[in-house]
């Protein structure tokens, strides 16, 4: 099974038709669900994308990204890593291993659960994520 993490940028691109890369993503998500793979996302992601998408598309797409996320993981499509010790001192680690990158802490717990689980794949439009070593899609 192919595990992917799903980084904030995707999210909005996917959930915000306005967003440039939606088509894109949008269509590479629907090619991951033929595929079967399972996205994976953590709660740092959750939290960053309600919080653009309120301010930049407004509260009926905060909705629908809520409503997205409740209908994925209860159809086993998708699993959300709530942030614990353990994965905040990761991000740390990454945060500070890589002082020359502006990474937001979320990036960071993102990377720091996608190691975790062994995803090789991040659905995102970040370029860091590549230099750390991930295969950045689509």
């Known amino acids: 099974m192919k595990l992917v993490y799903v980084d904030t940028g995707a999210w909005i691109a996917l959930l915000w038709k306005r967003d440039k890369a939606h088509r894109k993503v949008a269509s590479h998500v ?6 079967g793979a399972v996205l994976v996302t953590s709660e740092a992601a959750v939290g960053e994308t309600a919080t653009r ?9 905060t909705l629908a990204f809520h409503r997205y996320l409740e209908e994925a993981v209860t159809a086993g499509g998708l699993r ?3 942030t614990d010790a353990s994965l905040r001192k990761k991000a740390f680690a990454i945060m500070e291993r890589h002082g020359d990158l502006l990474l937001s802490y979320a990036d960071c ?5 996608a190691r ?3 995803a090789r794949t991040v659905l995102g439009l970040d370029n860091d994520f590549r230099i750390l070593g991930f295969v950045l899609e689509p």
């Open 109 to 113: 717990v993102g990377a720091a659960a």
């Open 80 to 82: 959300i890593r709530d």
């Open 53 to 61: 998408l309120r301010y930049d598309a407004g509260l009926s797409t």
């Open 116 to 118: 975790d689980i062994g």
């Open 30 to 35: 629907r090619a991951l669900r033929t595929e």
